[in-house]
């Protein structure tokens, strides 16, 4: 089984930057297409962004788009979400999830293997 910590949350204030690191523990980290997704506190769980098995292709929700960037050093097996421009709704706890094949994957069903999460919290 695939296991992903992740690491980087905390309190920042409206307007700052986070970034969020996910280590794998998988050998073949670049045969896994990798997301972030957010879950605040009642509401349901929601894609982020996406990155293939490469890295060469991303995609992103609308309400980070211009703002997050994702990316991957395959060499360290981690995934990277740059969080710039933060706003108070972005406050979340942040899961990083792998799923198995280097395309890009969108749908929380593509993911397999998930993180315990990390908390980012936006103040006003």
């Known amino acids: 089984q695939v296991q992903l910590i992740e690491s980087g949350g905390g309190l920042v204030q409206a307007g700052g930057s986070l970034r969020l690191s996910c280590v794998v523990s998988?050998?073949?980290?670049?045969?896994?297409?990798m997301g972030w997704f957010r879950q605040a506190s009642g509401e349901e769980r929601e894609f982020v962004a996406a990155?293939?098995?490469?890295?060469?292709?991303?995609y992103y929700a609308d309400s980070v788009k211009g703002r997050f960037t994702i990316s991957r050093d395959n060499a360290k097996n981690t995934v990277y979400l740059r969080m710039n421009s933060l706003k108070p709704e972005d406050t979340a706890m942040y899961y990083c999830?792998?799923?198995?094949?280097?395309?890009?994957?969108?749908?929380?069903?593509?993911?397999?293997?998930w993180g315990q999460g990390t908390q980012v919290t936006v103040s006003s």
């Open positions: 999830a792998a799923g198995y094949g280097a395309a890009l994957k969108v749908g929380s069903n593509s993911y397999t293997d």
């Open positions: 990155i293939s098995g490469s890295g060469g292709s991303t």
């Open positions: 998988e050998r073949t980290f670049s045969n896994y297409g």
